[in-house]
């Protein structure tokens, strides 16, 4: 059980705009440290999708942003495509004896 | 910027397993680097970080005491041993640089790793 907990699935119709939450607690998020967002497609390797809670690298599109509230954070997909379909992880830093850096459980998003 | 990791692995339970994790296209020394396990079927766990500049190291409660992580400068290259190793501990392995801005900004392509008798 990770100390961010992710909702196990989401969907959406392309098009659709979905979210994607991160609850943590006051021993990470609400501790104020950054929430990270990585996307993973199947059979690769993850890929960095937001930083410092809502910052996006060059090279991912403006579709996807990042917000953080208190002890929990969200990632929204707009304008959903086929390619989005992948799994989905938060990242915080934990301050409690389990670890430091922290992963959400992740959340499977599916484009129907 | 790459990180191009060695290939798979398959021990035996209690062996020690070492991945290697080669940087290019960066200064190595001016990012850490960090380790990161997932099980088949499961998701990402953090196994810990290591910053080239110094040494230092910092690992998840979990994996203290059975994993090391060091780096070899005039290499660029980042390595992680993890030892007494379990059935459990079946999965691929990623190292990703690390910057407390960007978080793990570049990803290694994976190693896996089998533990089978």
């Known amino acids: 059980q990770s100390v961010l907990t992710q909702p196990p699935s989401v969907s959406g119709a392309p098009g659709q705009r979905v979210t994607i939450s991160c609850t943590g607690s006051?021993?990470?998020?609400?501790?104020?440290?950054?929430v990270y967002w990585y996307q993973q497609l199947p059979g690769t390797a993850p890929k960095l999708l937001i930083y410092r809670n809502s910052n996006r690298p060059s090279g991912v599109p403006d579709r996807f942003s990042g917000s953080k509230s208190g002890t929990s954070a969200s990632l929204a997909i707009t304008g959903l495509q086929a390619e989005d379909e992948a799994d989905y992880y938060c990242q915080s830093y934990d301050l409690s004896l389990s670890g430091h850096w922290v992963f959400g459980g992740g959340t499977k998003l599916t484009v129907l | 910027v790459q990180l191009e990791q060695s290939g798979p692995e398959v021990k035996k339970p209690g062996a020690s397993v070492k991945v290697s994790c080669k940087a290019s296209g960066y200064i190595f020394s001016t990012y850490g680097i960090s380790w990161v396990r997932q099980a088949p079927g499961q998701g990402l766990e953090w196994m810990g970080w290591?910053?080239?500049?110094?040494?230092?190291?910092d690992f998840a409660q979990k994996f203290q005491g059975r994993v090391t992580m060091t780096t070899d400068t005039s290499t660029t290259t980042a390595y992680m041993i993890l030892r007494s190793l379990r059935f459990d501990d079946t999965a691929v392995f990623y190292c990703?640089?690390?910057?407390?801005?960007?978080?793990?900004?570049?990803w290694g392509q994976g190693t896996t790793v089998t533990v089978s008798s």
């Open positions: 990703a640089r690390y910057s407390t801005t960007y978080g793990l900004d570049v």
């Open positions: 006051s021993s990470n998020i609400g501790a104020a440290y950054d």
């Open positions: 290591i910053n080239p500049y110094n040494g230092n190291t």
